[in-house]
């Protein structure tokens, strides 16, 4: 049985496989590969990901151990929060929106404060 040679994706290098499956010439250099199309990832991800975590991260900070909190727009945006980035929304009972940031959201009050919760 002879194998055809295969040229490694990463190395760029002839090599022959020892298995019908391999498509890297080691698995130093399919590791490798593997590092570099995870990072290219992350890299696009980036513009959209670190306002995100900000954001999650501001209002973690103001909730600390609790669950809910009431701050002000101004103190919102003194602490740098963006409020045009979100995961997801949510309609609640009143017709309001619970705008969410992974595992946690904020809705606008009647009197124009904001309310920050944990869900």
Known sequence: ???????????KEPFVPKRS????VNSSAR????NYIASVKRKEKSPIDKPLDKNRK?????????????KTKDFLLGAG???SIMTHARLLDNGGN????????Y??????EYKLLRL
Do not use: H, W
């Not at 049985?1 to 190395?11: G, K, L």
């Not at 499956?21 to 890297?24: G, H, I």
């Not at 501001?58 to 009431?70: F, Y």
């Not at 619970?98 to 959201?105: E, G, K, Q, S, T």
């Open 58 to 70: 501001i209002i973690t900070q103001i909730l600390g151990t609790s669950t809910v909190a009431t």
């Open 1 to 11: 049985m002879e194998t055809q040679a295969r040229v490694c994706p990463f190395t």
């Open 98 to 105: 619970l705008v969410c940031i992974y595992d946690v959201a």
């Open 21 to 24: 499956n391999q498509l890297f």
């Open 81 to 83: 929060f963006d409020f």
């Open 107 to 112: 809705y606008k009050l009647p009197d124009g």
């Open 31 to 34: 590791i490798k590969f593997n």
